[in-house]
């Protein structure tokens, strides 16, 4: 079964500062990769999505991400942290049609001033 | 489109207690998943729906978890004899089809769960 580990807990970064969030995944084929976002008080929401193509993938909000097969990873990036983005964050992977999304424990984005 | 809605979104009851949630997903969605969220934890994968039918339900938690969507529609989620672990946000979430074909999951606020 397709399981997704996020490595760091808790991420503290300077406003302005660039960010990347580790996300691991293992399963055997190409994954359906995702990231989520989670403020408080409000719902998930769908930061972008890969399934194929290219391995470089633009969402909302200014953040990217890259999936590499080799290293079973789909990192999240982002040039330059806003306040707003204080968030938890979350990687999921799906194993293709007919799945459900399986969720990592999440990272907490903190930004400080 | 008015988005998921998850009714109620709070919820405390006692011990021992059966509990009833009720999940409106986006009108035309065919898929409806149920999740489960504990404190600094992801989100759980519960089970899903295909219309009216439950399509995967090995990873509800235990026998005194039930989902139905009786009509393709809403959905309701049942705990049976409630216990203080079964305490979390629930998460309902709905798609045009599955994320496999490229859907996207739109969430719902969730029910928050207390069990005194």
């Known amino acids: 079964a397709q399981s997704v580990t996020q490595p760091d807990i808790h991420i503290t970064v300077s406003e302005g500062a660039s960010l990347e969030l580790r996300c691991n995944y293992s399963?055997?084929?190409?994954?359906?990769l995702f990231w989520y976002v989670q403020s408080p008080g409000q719902g998930l929401q769908l930061l972008l999505k890969?399934?194929?193509?290219?391995?470089l993938v633009q969402g909302i909000k200014g953040f990217e991400a890259e999936f590499k097969r080799s290293q079973s990873s789909f990192n999240l990036r982002k040039p330059s942290v806003h306040w707003s983005d204080a968030a938890e964050y979350f990687c999921a992977v799906a194993a293709g049609a007919g799945t459900a999304l399986i969720f990592g424990k999440g990272t907490t984005l903190s930004v400080s001033s | 489109d008015t988005g998921v809605s998850q009714n109620p979104r709070h919820k405390i009851t006692k011990r021992g207690q059966n509990v009833t949630f009720r999940c409106d997903p986006i009108s035309e969605h065919n898929r409806l998943y149920w999740y489960r969220q504990t404190l600094g934890q992801g989100p759980e994968f519960l089970t899903y729906f295909q219309n009216e039918a439950q399509l995967e339900k090995s990873r509800l938690l235990s026998d005194r978890f039930s989902a139905e969507r009786p009509k393709g529609s809403f959905s309701t989620l049942e705990i049976q004899r409630t216990e203080q672990g079964d305490s979390a946000m629930y998460l309902c979430a709905s798609s045009r089809e599955g994320v496999g074909a490229g859907e996207k999951l739109f969430f719902g606020s969730g029910t928050q769960l207390s069990v005194l």
């Open positions: 890969y399934f194929s193509g290219d391995t």
């Open positions: 399963y055997g084929a190409t994954p359906y």
